[in-house]
């Protein structure tokens, strides 16, 4: 019994590594990209969104289209005038029915009756324009989900090269901790030696867990900024997600005149536009609701005494023109109200549009100062890093102490994450303009 559990726990022991492992998933930019369009939540509700205003362009079909219902209805009845109606409809009125007494206490009657109902619009010119209105809008919704898509893009580049960063960070931060340990291991041996005091081997255990709990925090970053991912690309939040594409160690400046632009083009401008009109057809369609409608109507029916019966069938057929002459300033008010939603409308897309210039300068500015940045960067990692390898010879000849060394790792270990911190800034630089300008920039 023992001998098997034995082997149970070897094979767990190999197998909990492979489930591990199982998990994490190599991908490109352009996959996680794909990912995002199939899986995201936001997306898909933005999708839901057009289908539903699609579905309410599609209403406006009646406006052409004929109503047909059909119904069949059963009654019984002793009413003097709907007893002989009813007789007359079944076509089964005799002389005896024409009595004084039985017109005035009939019996009892039973009638079923099936009929069909066509109801034809022919001139509902307010109806044109607000089915207008509704085309409009449906638009606006389409271009509405097309500046998602958009956004979700910008997400997932962020969040893409973020886990990129973060990653960076941990190695960085990895690699501090080694040279913390083995600053701490050479510190004991000169303790041993009489060469230090025991103060200078405190110190360097204090700085060893610093270190160390910025590791942890790193960790802790990393692992967020993976499960952030997973959730835009709308994959399981405990899949270990592994960056294939990385961000350009020395990326080239980029100018906004090289690339055309034109803000009236994007997506989300183009549906304020949308909004803009569907206001104007509203306001139209207000005001023509003061002159007449057209409209035909029909029904065919059968009549029996018997469920689904056909013994007897008439038809009824007619139009109707309709004319609202007043309504206590119902149409008034409405026209009024319309009018005030198109100034509010155009307005707003003025408004919009001054807001998505000023978006649109403030990212080039700042695509200008972080690429200045990585140059300062540069400069400040190289200095700090040879700074090191110099406290660093010295410390192993026994001519630099322990705490100018810690410093200088810590200084270098900065600079080389404010030098990634100050790439991915211009990265996501990048990624803000291809989205204020709705074009994918080549670097």
């Known amino acids: 019994?023992?001998?098997?559990?034995?082997?149970?726990?070897?094979?767990?022991?190999?197998?909990?590594?492979l489930l591990g492992r199982s998990q994490a998933r190599q991908l490109s930019l352009k996959e996680a990209l794909e990912l995002a369009e199939a899986n995201n939540l936001t997306s898909q509700s933005a999708i839901a969104r057009k289908d539903a205003a699609r579905g309410a362009y599609r209403m406006t079909n009646s406006l052409?289209?004929?109503?047909?219902?059909?119904?069949?209805?059963?009654?019984?009845?002793?009413?003097?005038?709907?007893?002989?109606?009813?007789k007359l409809k079944q076509e089964v009125v005799t002389q005896a029915d024409?009595?004084?007494?039985?017109?005035?206490?009939?019996?009892?009657?039973?009638?079923?009756?099936?009929?069909?109902?066509?109801?034809?619009?022919?001139?509902?010119?307010?109806?044109?324009?607000?089915?207008?209105?509704?085309?409009?809008q449906y638009e606006a919704v389409s271009l509405q989900a097309d500046r998602t898509h958009h956004q979700i893009s910008y997400e997932v580049k962020k969040a893409y090269f973020g886990l990129e960063l973060a990653q960076a960070a941990v190695d960085v931060l990895k690699e501090s901790v080694n040279v913390a340990e083995e600053a701490l291991k050479l510190t004991k041996d000169n303790e041993e030696q009489g060469f230090v005091k025991h103060a200078d081997v405190l110190e360097a255990s204090v700085r060893l867990e610093e270190r160390r709990n910025q590791l942890r925090e790193a960790n802790n970053q990393l692992r967020?900024?993976?499960e952030f991912l997973a959730h835009l690309i709308g994959v399981d939040l405990g899949t270990t997600i592994e960056p294939?594409?990385?961000?350009?160690?020395?990326?080239?400046?980029?100018?906004?005149?090289?690339?055309?632009?034109?803000?009236?083009?994007?997506?989300?401008?183009?549906?304020?536009?949308?909004?803009?009109?569907?206001?104007?057809?509203?306001?139209?369609?207000?005001?023509?609701?003061?002159?007449?409608?057209?409209?035909?109507f029909g029904s065919y029916e059968w009549n029996d005494k018997e469920i689904l019966g056909t013994s007897a069938s008439n038809y009824f057929v007619g139009a109707s023109l309709s004319w609202n002459l007043f309504s206590g300033y119902k149409n008034v008010g409405s026209v009024q109200r319309a009018s005030s939603q198109v100034r509010e409308a155009q307005i707003n897309y003025q408004n919009y549009l001054s807001q998505s210039q000023i978006q649109?300068?403030?990212?080039?500015?700042?695509?200008?100062l972080?690429?200045?940045?990585?140059?300062?960067?540069e400069l400040a990692r190289e200095q700090a890093e040879e700074s090191l390898r110099i406290r660093t010879n010295r410390f192993e000849q026994g001519l630099e102490k322990t705490t100018d060394l810690l410093i200088a790792e810590a200084l270098a270990s900065k600079k080389s994450l404010d030098h990634i911190q100050a790439i991915y800034n211009y990265k996501q630089a990048i990624f803000e303009m291809e989205l204020l300008l709705e074009k994918e920039i080549n670097e």
Request: proline share 7%; charged share 20%.
């Open 360 to 368: 649109l300068n403030r990212a080039q500015r700042k695509l200008e």
């Open 98 to 136: 024409f009595n004084p007494a039985v017109l005035n206490d009939p019996d009892n009657i039973e009638n079923f009756t099936t009929k069909i109902e066509v109801q034809q619009p022919i001139l509902n010119v307010d109806g044109l324009y607000a089915r207008k209105a509704a085309r409009n």
């Open 224 to 226: 967020t900024a993976n």
């Open 244 to 296: 294939t594409d990385s961000m350009p160690g020395s990326p080239v400046l980029l100018s906004l005149n090289s690339i055309p632009h034109q803000l009236e083009s994007r997506s989300d401008l183009k549906a304020v536009q949308k909004q803009v009109e569907a206001t104007e057809n509203m306001l139209r369609s207000e005001k023509l609701k003061f002159i007449p409608k057209l409209n035909a």
């Open 1 to 17: 019994m023992q001998k098997k559990l034995h082997i149970y726990v070897l094979i767990l022991s190999f197998a909990l590594p």
């Open 64 to 86: 052409f289209l004929p109503g047909v219902s059909v119904s069949h209805t059963g009654v019984s009845t002793n009413d003097p005038l709907s007893s002989f109606g009813f």
């Open 370 to 377: 972080t690429y200045q940045q990585i140059q300062s960067s």
